[in-house]
């Protein structure tokens, strides 16, 4: 609970406020203790009593269990440093291999302890090192990658290409996760908000942009999918091009609300909505196209088609997450 204190100065002009005893009390101050006092970009004042004192990594101990890899990987997005897996019986094959299948999926999580009865993973990430908007920009490259290579291997009927693309989700999903891992870290640690200049009302906003990135990356692997399922059928020349059309119309929107995103421009957030009647025309002329289609295509095309307008729309959600940029 906030405790409200009176302003006082001394008769020199020196401003000062009282701590609150049982504060100063948990925190082991006394007379001639030192202080840090730092100034927010929003003018709120930070005392921090332990300001020269290395933080201790946070730790945890997870019992082997059916819902281990839920657990690690739980523990990881908390922000836990140091996680220590028991098993009552010993670490057996099944649960080895689950604990190395979590951390492959987690970035920084490595086993640096392991025996008989106990396995220890530690993330060797320095949170200040990785600001959201690198690894937003990051996970973001990696999807419009997908995106751009899916509809290559669907037109060319790629197969190779179209396999590719579906093990580059995994590394979508790893910098998501790592996203969400630095966020939880800068809402617990406003002196870390303050040197990324990220405020923790901001992480709110980066972590569904960064889940919506993540969606665009599952949907880029169903019309992979699908690109597999056609097994390399050839598509009428017209149904090539009002499919690229659609494709650049929702590319160029999620380009675009990425931008938009990071650099605060709502001008540019704008111009993503201003895509909707391109892409509601695309996607009317490739209904239209596909009755003069194989009985046995038109199912997969009009789905690839429904995953590009869902980009589209996963697109203008993060348009509207726009916010100008303060001076």
């Not at 202080?35 to 946070?58: F, H, I, M, Q």
């Not at 098993?87 to 689950?98: C, H, L, R, V, Y």
């Not at 392991?114 to 999807?143: H, T, W």
């Not at 704008?270 to 596909?290: P, W, Y």
Request: with cysteine.
């Amino acid at each position: 609970m906030d405790e409200l204190r009176k302003v006082q100065r001394t008769p020199s002009g020196t401003f000062f406020v009282c701590l609150p005893k049982a504060w100063a009390l948990r925190y082991g101050l006394e007379r001639r203790s030192v202080v840090s006092v730092s100034e927010t970009s929003e003018g709120k004042l930070l005392v921090d009593p332990e300001y020269n004192a290395t933080p201790a990594p946070r730790a945890v101990t997870l019992q082997a269990g059916p819902y281990l890899n839920r657990e690690i990987i739980g523990k990881y997005l908390l922000g836990f440093d140091v996680l220590r897996v028991e098993a009552k019986d010993g670490i057996s094959f099944e649960i080895s291999e689950t604990v190395k299948t979590a951390v492959s999926r987690l970035i920084g999580l490595e086993i640096v302890e392991e025996d008989y009865s106990a396995m220890v993973l530690q993330c060797l990430l320095e949170p200040s090192k990785f600001p959201p908007e690198k690894n937003l920009r990051r996970g973001y490259a990696i999807a419009a990658g997908m995106h751009r290579d899916g509809l290559n291997a669907l037109i060319g009927g790629d197969l190779h290409l179209a396999k590719g693309i579906m093990a580059r989700d995994d590394e979508v999903n790893r910098q998501y996760f790592l996203l969400v891992r630095i966020l939880r870290t800068i809402i617990q640690n406003p002196s870390l908000s303050e040197s990324l200049g990220v405020r923790p009302i901001d992480c709110l906003d980066y972590r569904l942009a960064g889940s919506l990135v993540e969606a665009i990356g599952d949907e880029c692997v169903q019309i992979a999918a699908k690109a597999v399922e056609l097994k390399g059928t050839k598509l009428s020349k017209e149904l090539k091009k009002a499919l690229v059309n659609l494709h650049s119309c929702c590319f160029e929107a999620h380009e675009k609300a990425v931008k938009a995103f990071i650099a605060g421009e709502i001008g540019v957030a704008e111009e993503v909505r201003d895509l909707r009647r391109s892409v509601d025309q695309a996607f009317v002329g490739i209904e239209k196209m596909t009755k003069e289609q194989s009985i046995d295509v038109v199912p997969h095309i009009l789905t690839v088609a429904s995953l590009l307008k869902q980009i589209y729309e996963h697109s203008v959600d993060i348009a509207d997450l726009v916010m100008p940029k303060k001076e």
